[in-house]
């Protein structure tokens, strides 16, 4: 077991937690060595966010499982890292070995590798849930500011979002900058030549807003024409089907995309 605090790091190793639990859950100890450290690292940033919330979550890397308890008390805040799952009824974060690499080097931020074009798609980080968990109602009030702050480290939290820190999402290379309860966010880059037959049409019951950032957008809202290049801002009403995409064969069509309201 580790604990960090908000006042300084404290560690301390228990070792009367159940050998058979860990060993049955937590496989190949040379590969745990490696990984330890780098949950450890995600661990005592939280417990120094101020963003961080009360949490009991676990973490399972290629079958290597933690269990997160972030805990504030008399306003200072007790991230506690668990060997194992034991049988607590929660939901964990999985993921592979390269994709825990890509979060601990800051290639990826946690959105961004779960970032899906429909609920079917696979992702190199996801959630899933013990037997008996349920969700409560907030769910989405918690969970999505719990994947944006555990998994980007520092203080203040810089999110880079240039292609190379992007994962393709409906089509084109995207990087989330934050989610909330009803409010997405996030960059796009449009290769030159990407142009109609590949854009996606997209109904949804809330708004969203494209910021142009290079280059130039062509598209339709309903039946409606319009043109936005580098500089400028287009509002899309809910309930309206929208289709946009890069107005040219060379240049990269880059835009903020955020998305508010009920269902966002």
């Known amino acids: 077991m580790t604990m960090f605090r908000n006042s300084g790091r404290l560690l301390c190793t228990a070792f009367a937690l159940a050998a058979s639990v860990a060993s049955a859950q937590n496989r190949e100890p040379e590969q745990r060595a490696v ?22 979550f676990g973490i399972d890397i290629d ?17 506690t890292l ?16 390269e994709t825990l690499n890509l979060l601990d080097q800051g290639v990826w931020n946690g959105l961004t590798a779960m970032g899906a074009a429909t609920s079917a798609d696979l992702t190199p980080l996801d959630i899933l ?37 992007s994962r393709v999402v409906h089509g084109a290379p995207a990087t989330a ?4 309860k009803d409010f997405r966010s996030a960059v796009y880059h449009i290769p030159g030549g990407l142009g109609r037959e590949q854009a996606p049409t997209l109904t949804v019951p809330f708004p969203r807003m494209v910021i142009v950032t290079a280059g130039e957008a062509i598209g339709e809202i309903g039946d ?28 990269t069509l880059s835009f903020v995309w955020l998305m508010w309201g009920d269902g966002a």
């Open 177 to 180: 900058l934050y989610y909330d």
């Open 35 to 56: 990984l330890e450290p780098i949950i450890e690292r995600f661990a005592d940033d939280y417990a120094n966010d101020p963003m961080a919330v009360d949490a009991v």
């Open 82 to 97: 668990f060997d194992g799952f034991g049988e607590r009824e929660m939901l964990y974060f999985t993921a592979s070995v």
């Open 63 to 79: 079958g290597q499982r933690w269990t997160v308890n972030s805990s504030g008390k008399s306003g200072e805040r007790v991230v």
């Open 129 to 165: 849930t013990t037997e008996g968990y349920a969700k409560p109602d907030n769910y989405d009030a918690l969970v999505r500011p719990l994947i944006a702050h555990f998994w980007t480290r520092g203080t203040p939290e810089v999110i880079p979002y240039g292609v190379q820190h």
């Open 224 to 251: 409606q024409p319009f043109s936005a290049k580098a500089g400028e801002m287009v509002f899309s009403p809910p309930n309206i089907p929208v289709t946009f995409w890069n107005g040219s064969d060379d240049e």
